[in-house]
Structures are given as C-alpha cells and as structure tokens.
C-alpha cells in the first residue's frame, strides 16, 4: 500500500539521481525518503518526524566540517 505523498523533489547529480519525498505514515505522522538512485542500485533512508531537528542538525554539522576541509 504507498503512503499518500505530501512532497517530492528530484535532484539529478551526474550518474546519480536523488528523489526526497515527504509522506503520511499510518499513524498521520510526517516522514522523510531519501532515495539515491543509479543504473545499478537504490538506496533509500527514512527519517521520521520526530528526529528531524536532530538529522538537520548532524546534516549542517557535517556539511560545516565540509566546507572547512576536515
């Protein structure tokens, strides 16, 4: 059964395709699919609700570490 999509956005990277899609669990709670897609795989991660604010904030504390060149 596929959970009613509230968002979806697809972002092409080369060889790679990303799709990040919002939906509606069974129990009305929001959750986020990052999906990475090549020719020969897929990879997928979920991320609900109520751990956003603390994958953004590892998500921003690693890109920073980024831009400083580690």
Avoid at 58 to 69: L, S
Wanted: net charge positive; aromatic share 10%; charged share 45%.
């Amino acid at each position: 059964m596929e959970r009613e999509k509230l968002y979806s956005k697809k972002l092409s990277a080369g060889k790679r395709t990303y799709f990040f899609d919002v939906k509606r669990g069974r129990d009305g709670s929001a959750y986020l699919v990052i999906t990475e897609q090549t020719e020969e795989k897929r990879n997928r991660l979920m991320v609900f609700e109520d751990k956003m604010e603390e994958f953004l904030s590892a998500m921003k504390e690693a890109a920073d570490k980024m831009k400083k060149g580690v």
